[in-house]
């Protein structure tokens, strides 16, 4: 038997179909070992052929193929992780009644690991009180069921219930797995505003100062608090193309003084306000109207630069009763200390209740798909971040700030 995480992908019979084929090949390359159970409607989109060749192994919808297997209770109860891509009205419904009437329902059934259903359907179909009834019971009992992303559905229709990007599914099946717990819904009615993404300060039509945020930690963060219940909001600076998080409202901004504007406004009705965005501590005194000229005729340039506003500091000063507001710090240790130590002055000089630490450089924090640091809390307390990918620093972050919440 293979010692890597086995995956089970469910694929219902709706047109993202053939997007479960970009979910099953970045789960294949990046170390699972995943079997595909699509329903018999699912195999009209995509045929068994395909998801053989991706997966390695058999493909069945039925439970009368394999019988002395007992395949029907042995494919869950051998499964680490069930995920189902995507996830249509019917086989929510079916789900939830505890239907087992084809392969993949009765392994839902008998899976005693993580579930997670990540839907797609037309908005009506998202918003009818059927389905809302059964995406709420199967909440209750502890099943993940995402929120769809918005965007282009079939036809020219366009509105909620678009299956999230592959790219996302990814991510949130690795955190499950490295979790082995359901993600809680302890964010429900929270308000909540992320910054992700770096400032670009315009030098001249063509240059500008700016950094290597890649906008992913931010993203990550947005991503996990609506999967978790919030109603997030997210500001965007400049980021790695990154698609938009199933469930958020994005809104792109491009300098810090954007940025400062864009937080400033969300801020005001947040309940949890996150600075995640790698925002540029300076900008050129004077933008040039056309571009700078490089000449042997002509002086080399002296840029001057002026300091952009203390967009985090801002926020704490401005903040409202009961409002959590988390930093982050992108260190290096130098000669007067450490990271950690300019983590612990960086959190005493802001005045948040939260600040994340993390050492950049090399292979550290910007433009990695992993991250590590420190988590410090204003009381005084620090608990360390192992690496590994965004999503789960992000859920480390949400726990904490669930814990600050309810006290």
Known sequence: MSDKPRVVLGVGGGIAAYKACEVLRGLTESGHDVRVVPTEAALNFV??????????HPVHTGVFTEVPEVQHVRVGKEADLVLVVPATADLLARAAHGRADDLLTS???????????????????????????????????????TEPAAGRLTGVDTGKGRLADPAEIVDLARLLLASRTALPRDLEGLRVVVSAGGTREPLDPVRYLGNRSSGKQGYAIARVAAQRG??????????AELPPPAGVDLRHVSTAAQLRDAMQERAQDADVVVMAAAVADFRPSARAEFKIKKSDDVPDPVVTLTRNPDILAELVQKRRAGQAIVGFAAETGDERGSVLDHGRAKLARKGCDLLVVNSVGEGGAFEAEDNAGWLLAADGAERPIPRGPKAQLAATLWDAVAEFMRR
Request: glycine share 6%.
């Open 47 to 56: 045929g068994a052929a395909t998801f053989e060749a991706l997966s390695g």
């Open 107 to 145: 392994t839902l059934l008998t899976a005693r690991c993580p579930v997670a259903f990540f839907p797609a359907m037309h908005t009506e179909m998202w918003e009818h009180p059927a389905t809302r009834d059964n995406v709420a019971l199967l909440r209750s009992r502890g099943v993940v069921v």
């Open 230 to 239: 919030a109603e997030v909001t997210l500001v965007a600076g400049h980021t």
